[in-house]
């Protein structure tokens, strides 16, 4: 999940790869007698702002594939092929995993990526000073918990560089979803020599750090509206990248892109519903799932001492969810540029072995039903328990469009049909949500989570009793056995799965989050632009084969 984190849509760090994706294909023949003349330099809108540079330190990786490789890449056809790695094996207990390195591969400045790369670049991120928001990725490799914990000395970690070129990593046990998590970003390799020299500065410009992957990063600074990705010349493999700059814009109201888009100014945008039905004949629409799940979250833990009862009573949770009809937020909130959840795990996420969709099996419950007699009756029981008549909370959101809208619709559907609640609206922008939720400063907050890889414990690990992502606070000690027990022993896919299965019940029927609608993307594509892949899990774009035509 990386964020992939709970984690806000337009202010995350650098997001992942992918575990399905579809490749804005190109048009006409490469051949040589009819190669097409290539345009080196495109201009694309981005979803999200990017925080920092340090793969160990960011909120999310939404940028990440573009600038770092990992040991392993998921390509267009949800296959994972080879990147740093150009093969690996496994042992036949699972739990010790050999990667053979390129011995062509290098940082952006030079340097070799060896073995030792990847030994530091995990170190680093499970060092309790480092306070990396992503050390659950790394749970169930040797002593990680450990070392994260600072009962060890990260030598301890199961990783070791048998030689430049040799990769080993030893596992507690087998780990079903391990090859996924070998194509996440937040497992790239790190330079440890350019760490050391910038310090507490590494990673905050562009100067300051080093690439793995297709591209560099220029004209960028945190929280910066507009960057540039230019060409890595060092990359291993340059042959295939055609760009040579991508200016990358960020805008805060959709119809801005928009109309940069129409004045030709931008050659990609990502398109909000109310806009998508002025362009639903044009050939330059396309459109796509993406595993972003977006909740309203109750914070379990306030200062407040009424609001922490209400909070933590499951009727008073299931109450509010009960009001909002997920078919109206999804058609007329949403304009139809969304999925309506199932639960609280994500649709077209992950199958298992008859290619059933998770979503389609999980018991979501009353967790995204509409049912304001229900809610009625939920409530009175809920305030009798906590010995209130009335209740008042502050809901915040961000100040982009569609989050206020969906504030206000929660607004107005819970104060309908709850007597003697009232809510008040706190919009403030992307970056101080996410800070105030971080430090659990909300009463409640409309945020979300993506999947990082195609698993549903991209969704369920967030909501362990110990997990840092887990702003709300809320815990369970039998979900935390069941969400634990998926990843331990060796278990067989079924098993795992039914584990997963009763710990999203569970969440349902205790309404520790309120699932709202999942991400549906649709974006506008000049017939001149071909390659770009657009991804359901991690980062939703990856350029590295994009290019251009005249």
Not at 351 to 360: R, S
């Amino acid at each position: 999940m990386s964020t992939k984190s709970f984690r806000l849509k337009a202010t995350i760090g650098l997001l992942g790869i992918a575990s399905l994706s579809v490749l804005l294909a190109a048009c006409g023949s490469n051949s040589a007698a009819s190669k097409p003349k290539l345009d080196r330099t495109a201009d694309l809108s981005a979803n999200y702002v990017i925080t920092t540079l340090d793969i160990s330190k960011t909120q999310g990786f939404d940028q990440a594939g573009n600038m770092y490789d990992s040991l392993f890449y998921m390509n267009k056809d949800h296959k994972i092929v080879p990147d740093l790695a150009t093969k690996s094996t496994v042992s036949k207990d699972g739990k010790t995993y050999t990667f053979k390195l390129r011995k062509d591969a290098k940082f952006s400045n030079g340097d070799p990526i060896t073995a030792q790369s990847f030994v530091y670049s995990w170190q680093r991120s499970l060092a309790p000073a480092t306070k990396s928001m992503h050390v659950y990725l790394f749970n169930g490799i040797v002593n990680a918990a450990a070392v994260n914990a600072g009962k060890l000395p990260a030598s301890k970690l199961g990783v070791t560089a048998t030689n430049d070129h040799t990769l080993t990593v030893k596992l507690t046990h087998p780990i079903a979803y391990f090859n996924k998590l070998m194509t996440y970003q937040a497992f790239a390799p790190q330079d440890e020599k350019i760490v050391k020299k910038y310090g507490s500065s590494y990673g905050m410009s562009p100067e300051k750090m080093v690439y793995s992957g297709p591209y560099k990063m220029a004209n960028w600074k945190p929280q910066s509206n507009t960057w540039t990705f230019v060409k890595n010349t060092n990359y291993w493999d340059k042959k295939v990248v055609k760009m040579h700059k991508i200016n990358m814009h960020y805008e805060e109201d959709p119809q801005t892109s928009l109309n940069l888009y129409q004045s030709k100014k931008l050659d990609f945008t990502i398109l909000t519903g109310d806009q998508v039905s002025n362009f639903k004949n044009s050939k330059q629409l396309f459109k796509g799932p993406y595993s972003y799940m977006n909740y309203l979250f109750f914070n379990q833990e306030p200062t407040n001492q009424t609001l922490r009862k209400a909070f933590r009573n499951e009727n008073i949770r299931k109450a509010i969810s009960l009001t909002l009809d997920r078919k109206q937020i999804v058609n007329v909130v949403m304009n139809g540029a969304a999925v309506k959840p199932t639960g609280v795990v994500t649709k077209y996420l992950a199958y298992n072995n008859k290619g059933t969709d998770f979503a389609k099996l999980q018991d979501g419950g009353q967790s995204a039903a509409y049912n304001p007699t229900l809610a009625k009756q939920y409530w009175q029981k809920g305030l009798k328990q906590i010995g209130q008549k009335s209740l008042k909370f502050t809901l915040m959101s961000s100040t982009e469009d569609s989050s206020k809208k969906l504030a206000e619709y929660i607004q107005a559907n819970a104060q309908k049909y709850l007597p003697g609640l009232t809510i008040n609206l706190q919009s403030v922008p992307e970056q101080i949500v996410y800070q105030r939720s971080l430090k659990g400063q909300f009463d409640a907050y409309l945020g979300g989570r993506g999947a990082d890889i195609s698993d549903p414990i991209e969704f369920l690990a967030p909501l362990l009793s110990n997990n840092p992502q887990n702003y709300a606070k809320w815990q369970n000690a039998t979900y935390d056995k069941l969400v634990n027990g998926s990843t331990t022993g060796n278990l067989s896919t079924t098993a795992r799965w039914n584990k997963l299965l009763q710990a999203e019940k569970l969440l349902a029927d205790q309404q520790a989050v309120t699932p709202l609608y999942q991400d549906y993307n649709y974006y506008l594509k000049r017939s001149t632009l071909h390659g770009i892949t657009h991804n359901s899990t991690g980062a939703q774009w990856n350029y590295k084969y994009m290019y251009k035509t005249k």
